[in-house]
């Protein structure tokens, strides 16, 4: 069969080049590039706007009425499409690509929307129902969480996961693409986000199926903040974001191990967490990295009674041991497939978990929230979770940011407020 595979993906890549060379305006016909995809997303070195072109060569950004040239990032070839980017000047009131509007960015956002793990699983013995929006319902959470008018978004990782093709004769998902190409990042990520990506900026953090065997190559074609195309590594440079007065950390834990510690993997996240130096100790803001440093996977239930659970990231918690992160509020993060807080009083950041856009969750996971008293890593923590989909919506409200956790209903399932390193989520 890896024979087979390859050979398919071959002459699949040979077919999208031809019709590409074929349907390609000549070199130099820019105004007529078509950009099925166009986002903006904030960065390390500001705000940048990008489009996937499937026809023509990089276009214009229409800043405030002014044209302003996109830069070549990957050139197109048989699995990806050309992608082109264009960092935006401060204080740009409007952006549109090709006539499709782009949202601006705000200098201090008020509203912010969460949320991770959105893709839909096609991998090994899981088989996840693709077509069907309400076992695969990352489209209407994304219309919902668009229809708040958020300031910005965080999406903690995770976009990629038709790893395998859909099996012959299922209905669920037939008809899907696989693998690391456009047409399954379009499928997984493009087409049902496109709301939310018109809604507003982005921050994106890598998740483990973005690593270099998985989704590597569409991540960094597409998503990663480097000002220039990188070679797919396992490890991506952190980097700050200034949201008027808290700085969003972003760190990558793609290749973190949950439940083991090696030195040179904590030597790894140890570095990242260097790179961004003083700041998290003398600033303020929030940890965004894929994998929880601190967070309850559920393994095995017996019903009636609730999941057995198992801790990690041993890892990262070895990386932060004897760091008092001072400048530091809370982790966000994603990779447990469900909602989680953990607050641990004023010693330790609180702990946010929203794996919860769209992928499946663990088997012995339950929808009825549990909340309690835990211990993790040698510290007690208040602990509150369920197992839905949805995204949370936060609010700045003076020093606190307060909201809500919304499921593919729309129905208001908890109400949560960060006040310094204290988050309380409480049942609505």
Known sequence: MPNLTASLRLACGVLFALATAACAPSAGADSNAWAPAAWVQLTGDGTVARAAVTAGGCPAVMADGQPLPMALRRQADGLFPTVCQRLIPPGVHSLSVGGQAL??????????????????????????????????????????????????????GDYYYRENPC??????????????????????FFRPAAPLLAAAPW??????????????????????????????????????????????????????????????????FSAELDA???????????????????????????????????????????????????GVQMIVSGHIHDFQSLSFGPDRPAQLVVGTGGDVGEPADIPRIR????????????????????????????????????????????????????????RA
Not at 109 to 132: A, H, W
Not at 231 to 252: K, M, R
Not at 280 to 296: C, Y
Not at 381 to 403: M, N
Request: charged content about 20%; some cysteine; glycine content about 8%.
């Open 203 to 268: 921050v994106f953090v890598r998740g483990n199926h973005e690593v270099c065997y998985r989704g590597g190559e569409g991540w960094y074609a597409f998503l990663d903040a480097s000002a220039q195309l990188q070679p797919c590594s396992g490890w991506t440079t952190p980097f700050v974001v200034d949201i008027g007065g808290l700085n969003l950390y972003v760190l990558d834990s793609s290749n973190t191990i949950d439940r083991g510690a090696p030195p040179w993997n904590v030597a790894k």
């Open 276 to 326: 961004i130096g003083p700041k998290l100790e003398q600033g303020k803001g929030w940890i965004l990295t894929h994998r929880p440093i601190w967070g309850f996977v559920p393994v095995a239930r017996v019903p009636p009674l609730n999941p057995a659970e198992l801790s990690i990231n041993v890892n990262e918690q070895a990386a932060v041991r004897g760091r008092a992160l001072a």
């Open 371 to 426: 909340q309690g008293p835990r211990s993790i890593d040698d510290m007690a923590a208040d602990f509150f979770t369920f197992d839905r989909f949805g995204y949370l919506l936060l609010e700045r409200q003076g020093e606190d940011w307060a909201g809500a956790f919304h499921d593919a209903q729309d129905r208001v399932v908890a109400r949560c407020r960060l006040h310094e390193r204290a988050l309380r989520c409480v």
């Open 167 to 188: 099996p012959l004769l299922n209905r669920a998902c037939a008809g899907s693409p696989h693998g690391d190409n456009w047409a399954t990042w379009q499928a997984e």
């Open 103 to 156: 949202p601006t960015p705000t200098r201090a956002p008020q509203r912010i929307v969460m949320l991770g793990d959105s893709g839909c699983r096609i991998q090994g013995l899981t088989v996840q129902s693709c077509n069907d929006p309400k076992a695969w319902p990352f489209a209407e959470v994304a219309r919902l969480a668009a229809a708040q008018k958020p300031d910005l978004v965080i999406h903690v």
